[in-house]
């Protein structure tokens, strides 16, 4: 007993002092992707300082997680280590403590694909430290670093070996050229994956190699005009509109078409999906809960059917049958999806993506 005690002080400080010998240098001087726009007062906020004060306190609150923001660098370090102060230290009885505000390191192979190094797992603290990987041959790699999904970090290093180099990457992936612009609910916001790069919209980011704008603001997907006019303020390839969840009825006859012409005039011919609600598991037992989407997905095809109409051949309706899957295991909840919910809802949306992308 005594002799395995001393090994594992050993190990530990083995750990401590790996940890202690890395330099760390500030993650914001290099490339950060997946913000909708850099006017913020925070660099890793996704809305503008201009909506402060200006939107509903929810929406505002939520628009300062980073999800779906990312770091992008390269380093030939042996050994790769995170530092990071949480903003709020949010926690969830639903979700991963990693997928609220952990991070997330991938690094890119030589056929363009991205593979998963490790996540860095948060503390009960809002200051972290922790080491994602080491013994690494030291050969330089491009890394891409996925930041929480329902936090934000208030100051974020990246540690690496005294004698390695680290800098902007070489390669200029995921193109940043015509973004994904997904805006929606909860769930586009990530709720619930156990880590912060399998979020259905990281995957497809990884996937297509190109940037996806998470505009999935929890519980606060519900049309507001001022996400509209900045959505509209990108040059998108798609816009996603997959909001049911949060919306009502009423809120959808009252929002939907000046929402979407806020889209259409800024940009006349740039592909709109409008997705159907999600085919939650509860719907199967939940009557009123069936009898409430139902109303909701036939006014959401009423107007998408009055913009095809009006000659919008570029505004899609997307049905969500099969979305993620018919065994309802695809939830945490009966809401939020797992990580074989977002998996499923990724491998859903792909071929429509690479159908209406140019």
């Not at 770091?71 to 530092?83: A, D, E, M, P, Q």
């Not at 619930?192 to 940037?211: D, F, H, K, Q, Y």
């Not at 997959?242 to 078409?257: A, F, H």
């Amino acid at each position: 007993m005594r002799k395995l005690l001393l090994s594992l002080i050993i190990v530990c400080a083995m750990a401590t002092t790996a940890i202690a010998e890395l330099q760390y240098r500030d993650a914001t001087q290099f490339r950060i992707i997946g913000k909708p726009t850099y006017a913020t007062d925070t660099i890793f906020s996704r809305l503008p300082d201009s909506l402060s004060g200006h939107i509903r306190q929810g929406l505002w609150g939520v628009g300062r997680n980073s999800a779906g923001i990312a770091v992008r660098f390269r380093s030939n370090t042996s050994t790769i280590g995170l530092k990071w102060h949480s903003t709020n230290n949010f926690s969830m009885n639903h979700m991963t403590a990693t997928g609220v505000r952990g991070l997330d390191l991938y690094t890119l192979q030589s056929d363009g694909s991205w593979t998963f190094v490790n996540a860095a797992r948060p503390g009960v603290k809002p200051d972290n430290k922790y080491t994602l990987m080491s013994n690494m041959t030291p050969e330089e790699r491009e890394y891409l670093l996925f930041l929480p999904l329902y936090d934000s970090c208030s100051s974020l290093e990246i540690g690496i070996d005294s004698t390695a180099i680290i800098a902007p990457p070489a390669i200029d992936l995921p193109v940043a050229e015509k973004p994904i612009v997904w805006y929606g609910t909860s769930i586009t916001q990530g709720g619930c994956a156990s880590r912060p790069g399998m979020a259905a919209t990281n995957i497809i980011e990884r996937e297509l190699n190109r940037v996806v704008i998470n505009l999935g603001f929890s519980g606060n997907g519900r049309l507001d005009y001022e996400i509209a006019e900045m959505m509209a303020a990108i040059d998108a390839g798609i816009y996603v509109l997959d909001c049911l969840p949060n919306v009502t009825t009423p809120q959808i006859k009252e929002r939907t078409e000046r929402f979407y012409s806020i889209l259409r005039k800024a940009h006349p011919t740039t592909p709109i999906l409008m997705v159907q609600t999600p085919e939650f598991p509860n719907m199967r037992f939940n009557t009123e809960t069936r009898r409430i989407i139902e109303e909701k997905d036939a006014t959401w095809l009423e107007f998408y059917r009055k913009f095809r109409s009006a000659g919008d051949a570029n505004v899609h309706f997307v049905s969500s049958r099969g979305m993620i899957g018919d065994d309802n295991e695809g939830t945490v909840d009966c809401a939020h999806f797992t990580d074989l919910g977002f998996e499923r809802c990724a491998r859903f949306f792909l071929p429509i993506f690479r159908t209406h992308l140019k």
